[in-house]
């Protein structure tokens, strides 16, 4: 096996930082079952709209989770194929 170069550790390491918090994985989990809205998330979460987007921020950062704007509204998705594998 080769060895990584120290950049993609970091990104791996980023990216089980992102894992390690419970309700990042209660997003991930409702996500499962499709695109939804930060307010629909946070409802779902029964999290604040600030706190779950904070969250949905940093998902996207590791691409765990893809975003689009529709008018006033931000959807997201599971955009990592391994998540719902």
């Known amino acids: 096996m080769d060895k990584l170069p120290p950049a993609a550790l970091e990104q791996v390491a980023a990216y089980f930082r992102t894992l390690s918090e419970p309700t990042r994985l209660r997003i991930l989990n409702v996500l499962g079952t499709g695109e939804m809205s930060v307010g629909e998330i946070a409802?779902?979460?029964?999290?604040?709209?600030?706190?779950?987007?904070?969250?949905?921020?940093?998902?996207?950062?590791?691409?765990?989770?893809?975003?689009?704007?529709?008018?006033n509204s931000v959807y997201y998705r599971v955009a990592d194929p391994s998540i719902n594998a």
């Not at 600030?50 to 765990?64: D, E, I, W």
């Open 43 to 71: 409802q779902h979460i029964e999290s604040s709209v600030a706190n779950t987007s904070r969250h949905l921020v940093q998902m996207a950062g590791t691409g765990l989770v893809a975003r689009e704007s529709r008018g």
